[in-house]
C-alpha cells in the first residue's frame, strides 16, 4: 500500500512503524474471509481491510478520529485471525493498538460511554475493586433484562457476565513462593493478574500444584498486578505502560534475586500483551531493554508444561472435550499445538471445534462494550461447541471461559485443571460428578 507521510510524520516512531505497517499491506483482501465483524456484518469498514484503509487516512491526515471511524475500529474485537490470515504478515495488532490510542487522545466519546470505559478501566484492574462489584452484580443480576428493555444494554451484558455462583474467598498470592516437591528441577513466575484469581482462583491452583509436583518452584512476585492488557486495548496508554513497568519491576526483582526460568501466563489475553512488553515500551531509555527480556520470559502455562515430562497419576475416565482455541493464543501467541497434544496424552479425546478461528465474542471488555456482536458470536461458537456433544470445554483463558459457560450446560475449565486432575490433582470444581467415576488406564509416553 503507498503511504504519503511527509518526513516530519515519520519522525515519530510510532508513525514510522505505523507506515511499514500499512506498507505491507497488498489490498488482497483474504483477511475479510476469517475477520469475525465482517462475516456477521459484510461491510468492508468493518474488515481489517476497510479498517486498515481508515486508519491510514487518520494518521497521514493526523486528524482527529470522526464517530464513524471509531464506530468501525471500536467494533474490531482485536482477535487477530487477521493476521493469521494474512499472506503479507502485516502486523495489524501494532497498528490497531496505535489508532486506539489515537481515538482516546483525539476523540470525545458520549459522556455515558465515557463514564463506562473509565468504570471498567478502574474496577477490572483491581482485584479488590472487582470482587466488591462481582457481589453487587450478583445481587443485581435478575435486574439484567429489566436494564436491556430501558436500552441500558452495556449494564445489563455486565450484570449478564457476573457469576451467579459466590466466589471462593480471596487467595492473597503476590509475594509468595511455593517450594517444588521434591528435587528442585527449575524456577518459575506465574502471573496472578487481576480478573482470573477472583472469578476462576482454581486455575492458578491447578498451574501451582501441577508445576511443584514436577519438581517446579512457583514464585508469585511480590507487588505484579494486573499486566494492562485491559485498558491497553482501550486504548489508555499511559494507564497500560505504567501497569507494565511495575509488573517488569516485580519480576525484575526475582531475576535479580534466585532467579527465573520463565514468567508462566495463564490467561492468554494477559500473556500475548506481555510478550509485547519489548514492543510497547522500545522507546523508553529505562525499561526498553527489561521489557524485552520480560517478552522472552514469558510463556502460556501450555507452553512450559510441554517442555516438561509429565507424570500421569491417577488418569480420569476418558472424556470427549472440546478445545476452545482463544484468539489470543492462536492468532496472538501462535500456540495451537501443545494443549491440544498435552490433554491428548493423557487420555482426553480432543476435538477441535468447526469455525475454531473465529472469536467468541469475549475480547477483553468487547463483550461489555459490544453486546449485540458478542453475543452473536457467543451463540454462534457454542453452536459450532454442543455439535460435537462433548464431556467438557478446554480453555486457556478467562475471559473465553466466562463467555462460553454463560451460554451452555456444558462444564467450562481452564485447560491446566484438567492437565492437574491427570497427573494427581483433584477434579475440577464443574466437573465433581465425574470423579466417582472408574478411571480409565491411559499409558503416557
Ligand atoms: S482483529 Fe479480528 S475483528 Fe479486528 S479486523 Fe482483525 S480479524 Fe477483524
Ligand atoms: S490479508 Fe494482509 S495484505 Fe491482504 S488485505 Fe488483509 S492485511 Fe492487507
Not at 500500500?1 to 516530519?8: E, G, I
Not at 481508515?54 to 494518521?59: E, P
Not at 433484562?145 to 444494554?153: D, S
Request: net charge positive; hydrophobic share 40%.
Amino acid at each position: 500500500m503507498q503511504t504519503t507521510f511527509s518526513l516530519a510524520q515519520l519522525a515519530d516512531p510510532q508513525i514510522y512503524t505505523a507506515e511499514n505497517i500499512l506498507r505491507a499491506c497488498v489490498h488482497c483482501g483474504f483477511c475479510t474471509a476469517t475477520c469475525p465483524t465482517y462475516v456477521l456484518l459484510g461491510d468492508e469498514l468493518d474488515s481489517p481491510r476497510g479498517r486498515i484503509y481508515l486508519i491510514k487516512d487518520m494518521l497521514e491526515h493526523e486528524r482527529p478520529a470522526t464517530r464513524d471511524v471509531v464506530k468501525h475500529i471500536d467494533r474490531c474485537l482485536s482477535c487477530l485471525a487477521c493476521m493469521t490470515t494474512c499472506p503479507s504478515g502485516v502486523h495489524y495488532m501494532h497498528l490497531v493498538d496505535h489508532a486506539r490510542e489515537h481515538i482516546e487522545k483525539t476523540y470525545k466519546r458520549p459522556l455515558f460511554d465515557r463514564a463506562i470505559r473509565a468504570l471498567l478501566a478502574r474496577v477490572l484492574t483491581d482485584p479488590a475493586l472487582f470482587r466488591l462489584a462481582a457481589v453487587a452484580g450478583r445481587i443485581a443480576k435478575p435486574r439484567a433484562p429489566l436494564l436491556r428493555a430501558l436500552g441500558l444494554k452495556r449494564m445489563a451484558a455486565m450484570l449478564q457476565l457476573t457469576p451467579s455462583r459466590r466466589l471462593a474467598p480471596p487467595t492473597e498470592r503476590t509475594g509468595k513462593v511455593h517450594a517444588a516437591l521434591g528435587a528442585r528441577r527449575g524456577r518459575v513466575a506465574l502471573l496472578s493478574g487481576c480478573i482470573a484469581p477472583v472469578l476462576a482462583p482454581a486455575t492458578n491452583e491447578a498451574a501451582i500444584r501441577i508445576l511443584n509436583r514436577h519438581g517446579i518452584e512457583v514464585v508469585v512476585a511480590a507487588n505484579e498486578a494486573c499486566c494492562g492488557s485491559l485498558v491497553h486495548h482501550m486504548g489508555r496508554e499511559e494507564q497500560a505502560l505504567a501497569q507494565a513497568r511495575n509488573n517488569i519491576d516485580a519480576w525484575m526483582r526475582e531475576i535479580e534475586g534466585e532467579g527465573i526460568d520463565a514468567i508462566l501466563i495463564t490467561v492468554s489475553g494477559c500473556g500475548t500483551t506481555i510478550k509485547d512488553y519489548g514492543f510497547m515500551l522500545r522507546t523508553d531509555p529505562v525499561y526498553a531493554a527489561k521489557a524485552a527480556r520480560i517478552s522472552v520470559l514469558a510463556k502460556d502455562v501450555s507452553e512450559y508444561l510441554s517442555t516438561l515430562n509429565l507424570q500421569a497419576v491417577a488418569p480420569p475416565a476418558r472424556l470427549t472435550v472440546a478445545y476452545h482455541s482463544a484468539c489470543s493464543l492462536q492468532h496472538g501467541q501462535n500456540v495451537t499445538r501443545e494443549p491440544k497434544e498435552l490433554l491428548s496424552k493423557f487420555g482426553f479425546v480432543v476435538k477441535d471445534v468447526p469455525e475454531g478461528h473465529l472469536c467468541c465474542g469475549s475480547a477483553g471488555t468487547y463483550n461489555i462494550l459490544q453486546p449485540a456482536i458478542a453475543g452473536r458470536l457467543r451463540d454462534r461458537k457454542i453452536a459450532n461447541i454442543e455439535g460435537l456433544a462433548p464431556d467438557v470445554i478446554a480453555a486457556g483463558n478467562i475471559g473465553c471461559i466466562t463467555q462460553i459457560s454463560g451460554g451452555t450446560a456444558i462444564p467450562v475449565v481452564h485447560t491446566v485443571e484438567l492437565l492437574d486432575w491427570a497427573t494427581g490433582g483433584p477434579v475440577p470444581g464443574p466437573l465433581a460428578e465425574l470423579a466417582d467415576q472408574e478411571p480409565t488406564a491411559v499409558s503416557v509416553e
